[in-house]
C-alpha cells in the first residue's frame, strides 16, 4: 500500500508562489506515475499536473500551464508542484494521487486513473 503525503500549502497573495512536496512511503514497481488535483469547495475535483516516473513526460491542465509545474525527486520518492503567478482563482484543497496502469494515457488528469491518494494541503490565494 503507498501512502501519499502533501506539505507545503499556505495561504499567499495573488502573484505570489509556492511549492508543495508529495512524499511517497515507497516507490514500487506498482506506481508507474503521480498527478496533482484540486479541489475548491463547491467544484469538481480537477486535475493539475501529471508526470510519469521518471520524469519522461508531463501533462499540464491549460489552466496552470506556464504558471505551474510538476517534477521528482527519485531519489526522495517525491513529486513536486511549483506554483507561481498564483490567483484567487487557484484557491483549493490540492491532492496528490499516484497510478499504476500500464500503457500510454490519453487522459492522464482524469481521477479514475488514480489509485493512491493523499489527504490534501489546502492553498489560499487572496488579493
Known amino acids: 500500500q503507498v501512502q501519499l503525503v502533501e506539505s507545503g500549502g499556505s495561504s499567499v497573495q495573488v502573484g505570489g508562489s509556492l511549492r508543495l512536496s508529495c512524499a511517497a512511503s515507497?516507490?514500487?514497481?506498482?506506481?508507474?506515475?503521480m498527478a496533482w488535483f484540486r479541489q475548491a469547495p463547491g467544484k469538481q475535483r480537477e486535475g493539475v499536473a501529471f508526470?510519469?516516473?521518471?520524469?519522461?513526460?508531463?501533462v499540464h491542465a491549460d489552466s496552470v500551464k506556464g504558471r505551474f509545474t510538476i517534477s521528482q525527486d527519485n531519489s526522495k520518492n517525491t513529486v513536486f508542484l511549483q506554483m507561481n503567478s498564483l490567483k484567487p482563482e487557484d484557491t483549493a484543497m490540492y491532492y496528490c494521487?499516484?497510478?499504476?496502469?500500464?500503457?500510454?494515457?490519453?487522459?492522464?488528469?482524469?481521477?479514475?486513473?488514480?489509485?493512491?491518494w493523499g489527504q490534501g494541503t489546502q492553498v489560499t490565494v487572496s488579493s
Open positions: 515507497e516507490y514500487t514497481s506498482s506506481v508507474r506515475y
Open positions: 494521487a499516484a497510478g499504476s496502469l500500464v500503457g500510454y494515457l490519453d487522459w492522464p488528469l482524469e481521477a479514475d486513473n488514480y489509485k493512491y
Open positions: 508526470i510519469a516516473t521518471g520524469g519522461r513526460r508531463t
